[in-house]
């Protein structure tokens, strides 16, 4: 079964810096897909970033990027320049691929609040 | 382009009530996804649909739950005999099928208080 692990009940972070959330993942899966969304105090969940488990590239999306380890199976996200509109909460999300087709079901870790101070 | 649109946005209900939420995906989408989410939790997978065929659904998805996607369109999720522990919020997300990328993306939520 996929699991998703985010140790970081709570972050904090000065504006303007940068900050790190952590990601480890489990699965059998050799294919599969991981993904980050930020979910602001309104509820809605927005998409960050995608990492493909075959990509060999880390993942790059404006001020977020993903630091992608497969031998360690983390997925951290870095947001560089921190502003006072990323305080959230953030999720990593992980998706099975098989034969090239996506499956339905995201798993979602348990979530950090990060915390942007002025 | 519209997002994903729920609603109501927000809904209470006495206990043994049923509800009904609608969630109208991004057009061009086929595939839809429910999720619930309780207070500090991360969301939980219920159920998807490619098109108007529900293709997987959750354990969590009791015998009082069912959801629809009569056309392929818009999709609702009925709870039948509410119980307090149904309060959460219920989140919907569409997005194109058959691709490895394959983003979904989420609604506002409805959340639901069962009293």
């Known amino acids: 079964a996929q699991k998703i692990t985010q140790t970081q009940p709570g972050m904090f972070v000065q504006e303007k810096e940068a900050v790190t959330l952590d990601c480890t993942y489990d699965?059998?899966?050799?294919?599969?897909?991981l993904f980050w969304y930020k979910q602001p105090s309104s509820g809605e969940m927005i998409f960050l970033i995608y990492?493909?488990?075959?990509?060999?590239q880390n993942a790059t999306e404006g001020r977020y990027s993903l630091n992608f380890q497969k031998s360690r199976k983390s997925a951290n996200l870095l947001i560089s320049a921190s502003q006072l509109g990323d305080s959230a909460m953030y999720f990593c999300?992980?998706?099975?691929?098989?034969?090239?087709?996506?499956?339905?079901?995201?798993?979602f870790g348990q979530g950090t609040i990060l915390t942007v101070h002025p | 382009d519209t997002g994903v649109s729920q609603d109501p946005r927000h809904k209470i209900t006495k206990r043994g009530q049923n509800v009904t939420f609608r969630c109208d995906p991004i057009?061009?989408?086929?595939?839809l996804y429910w999720y619930r989410q309780t207070l500090g939790q991360g969301p939980e997978f219920l159920t998807y649909f490619q098109n108007e065929a529900q293709l997987e659904k959750s354990r969590l998805l009791s015998d009082r739950f069912s959801a629809e996607r009569p056309k392929g369109s818009f999709s609702t999720l009925e709870i039948q005999r509410t119980e307090q522990g149904d309060s959460a919020m219920y989140l919907c997300?569409?997005?194109?099928?058959?691709?490895?990328?394959?983003?979904?993306?989420f609604g506002a939520g409805t959340r639901l208080s069962v009293l």
């Open positions: 997300a569409s997005s194109l099928g058959g691709l490895a990328k394959n983003i979904q993306y």
């Open positions: 699965t059998s899966d050799q294919s599969y897909g």
């Open positions: 999300a992980m998706r099975e691929t098989r034969g090239g087709t996506s499956y339905g079901k995201l798993t």
């Open positions: 990492q493909g488990s075959y990509d060999e």
């Open positions: 057009s061009e989408h086929n595939r």
